[in-house]
């Protein structure tokens, strides 16, 4: 199997992110509301449809480094809250890491996961432990970074940064938030699973599935 994609056909991986967030707009919503506002999937989708919107109204569907850079400035001005620069940040990360390549390899994914990563940390001060989208997307940058360092190769990386971000995401439910409009719960917010690390597992999940099928 192919180990590289080129990033000008695979725009549609950024409408494949669209699309989850969308389906998953009543139940991102629903989490958010047992310890937040309960609006975390109604403004998520909001952006996202905005992105999805601007892009196919384009003639031609931009490549992925365009579409990441358009989902990030849609997020960034479309959204209001935290999540807006967060998730903005994020995706800005990885479109300035894939603009003026023309494929896509295990080592530049890397890059691109590692510096979106390090633009949620420019934004924030949440750190893995506090209840944030941060236990999804700390212990996903480490595994896959592990995964290429033990000679994996990408679609198997892929894997092992999936299986770091569900077991991150999944870890929330037992912490108590220390960022945010939750942490004024306390010990109350213990038991439910965080609304920034649940769509942070979709969006990575979504992410290297569609990376994974245009591989081959």
Request: charged share 20%; net charge negative; with cysteine.
């Amino acid at each position: 199997m192919a180990q590289t994609l080129t990033l000008k056909q695979s725009g549609q991986i950024v409408l494949d992110l669209v699309d989850t967030i969308n389906a998953n707009r009543a139940y991102l919503s629903e989490i958010d509301g047992a310890i937040g506002d309960g609006d975390h999937g109604i403004n998520m989708s909001k952006g996202f449809t905005l992105c999805g919107d601007a892009l196919r109204a384009k003639p031609v569907l931009p490549g992925l480094a365009e579409g990441l850079d358009t989902l990030a400035m849609t997020l960034l001005e479309g959204i209001g809250g935290s999540m807006g620069p967060l998730y903005g940040s994020f995706f800005m990360g990885l479109a300035e890491s894939l603009a003026g390549h023309e494929t896509l390899d295990a080592a530049l994914f890397g890059e691109a996961l590692a510096n979106g990563v390090a633009g949620v940390e420019t934004v924030g001060s949440a750190q893995v432990g506090d209840k944030t989208l941060m236990d999804t997307l700390v212990p996903a940058r480490e595994a896959y970074r592990a995964a290429l360092a033990e000679g994996a190769d990408f679609s198997t990386a892929l894997d092992r940064m999936i299986a770091a971000a569900e077991q991150g995401w999944q870890s929330t439910k037992g912490l108590q938030a220390r960022i945010g409009r939750a942490a004024r719960l306390g010990e109350r917010s213990i038991g439910v699973l965080d609304a920034g690390a649940t769509s942070c597992f979709l969006i990575l999940k979504t992410l290297a599935g569609s990376v994974q099928q245009r591989l081959g």
